[in-house]
């Protein structure tokens, strides 16, 4: 709670445990899925309701398992991609339907297959940056706009930095 600068202990996640798992959320819900736990890749999907403080689990990730995936909302939607799964790395690209519960494979990720890349959203227009095939790299500062009206992707000027993996990206005020 920001405005008394305090946590509170909240529902465990149902899921179990794992790692380099994939988040986002949609209007007063909050949806994580996929990771791995060191030993198996997931392809499981969890919804959690602060309301009822009740994790659900909702239709599996329309993809395959894998971790190190991306995820952002834009408007009723929620939108996961990228990530590593038993084959390699990957840049195929999925919409959630909250209301349907269900999955809809999209235009694949614009830039080359990857893991562990920053996602956000601004407006109607979703974000994808950075990331890595590999440790040790190659390392990616490439940035990527995707449109969900014409379910494509264009590429942006690139991230200012060096090129990195794992970052975070957000987005405040439109920027």
Do not use: C, H, L
């Not at 403080?53 to 239709?59: E, F, G, V, Y």
């Not at 919409?95 to 407006?123: C, H, L, M, V």
């Amino acid at each position: 709670d920001p405005d008394s600068d305090t946590w509170t202990q909240k529902a465990d996640f149902g899921g179990g445990i794992t790692g380099f798992t994939v988040s986002f959320s949609i209007s007063s819900k909050g949806y994580i899925g996929t990771g791995y736990d060191w030993t198996n890749m997931y392809k499981d999907f969890w919804e959690y309701d602060p309301a009822t403080n009740i994790w659900t689990q909702k239709a599996d990730f329309g993809g395959t398992a894998r971790f190190g995936s991306v995820g952002f909302s834009i408007g009723s939607k929620g939108y996961i991609g990228t990530g590593k799964d038993s084959t390699g790395y990957t840049q195929d690209f999925w919409e959630y339907d909250p209301f349907t519960d269900s999955w809809t494979q999209k235009a694949n990720f614009g830039g080359s297959a990857r893991r562990y890349a920053a996602g956000f959203s601004i407006g109607s227009k979703g974000y994808i940056g950075t990331g890595e095939t590999g440790w040790g790299g190659p390392y990616y500062q490439d940035f990527w706009e995707y449109d969900t009206i014409s379910n494509s992707w264009t590429q942006k000027a690139d991230f200012g930095g060096t090129a990195r993996s794992m970052a975070v990206g957000i987005s405040i005020g439109g920027k």
